[in-house]
């Protein structure tokens, strides 16, 4: 009787839709000129060749970690799974500079929210790649990941990813 009177608990959904973050070509993981993301060691997902320098929230969730660089940011998904967007490589040696936060950790965030600005220019001449590894730091706590199939995805639409929790 309590339960209906006073509603149930709010279930937190079971799988979740990895919109595309930036405007770009979708690559995977292999594809990346860096072992720690081709081979997989913080966690699977895919990469994607930046158009420009506008980076948005692919999922709704809370902003857990943004790197002092800003060159990085991780996010909890409603469903637990916690995803790295990490802008380029060799980036976090540009110590911030070109990238411009729009938030904070702990920011509650909307899939197409902007999180973080770069420019691309600028990425090209001083680091490595622009190529942006999307990973799934917790694939281990989590169900199946299917990466969908495309070439070019527009930021904010473009599903790239599915993740299931347990």
């Given at each position: 009787m309590f339960k209906k009177l006073f509603g149930k608990k709010e279930e937190s959904p079971k799988t979740i839709s990895v919109v595309a973050p930036l405007s770009g070509t979708i690559k995977s993981l292999e594809e990346v000129p860096d072992p720690v993301f081709s081979q997989k060691m913080m966690g699977d997902g895919i990469a994607i060749v930046p158009d420009n320098g506008k980076v948005v929230s692919p999922v709704d969730g809370e902003i857990?970690?943004?790197f002092p660089t800003k060159h990085a940011v991780g996010i909890k998904a409603a469903n637990g799974a916690e995803l790295l967007i990490h802008i380029g490589l060799?980036?976090?040696s540009m110590k911030?500079?070109?990238f411009e936060a729009h938030?904070?950790?702990g920011s509650k965030v909307?899939?197409?929210?902007?999180?973080?600005t770069f420019d691309v220019s600028l990425v090209e001449e001083k680091a490595k790649s622009t190529i942006t590894p999307i990973i799934?730091?917790?694939g281990d706590d989590m169900g199946e990941l299917v990466k969908k199939d495309g070439i070019?995805?527009?930021?904010?639409?473009?599903?790239?990813?599915?993740i299931s929790s347990k």
């Open positions: 857990m970690q943004l060799e980036t976090v911030g500079e070109g938030v904070s950790e909307q899939a197409g929210d902007p999180l973080i799934l730091t917790n070019k995805v527009e930021a904010g639409s473009g599903e790239i990813l599915e």
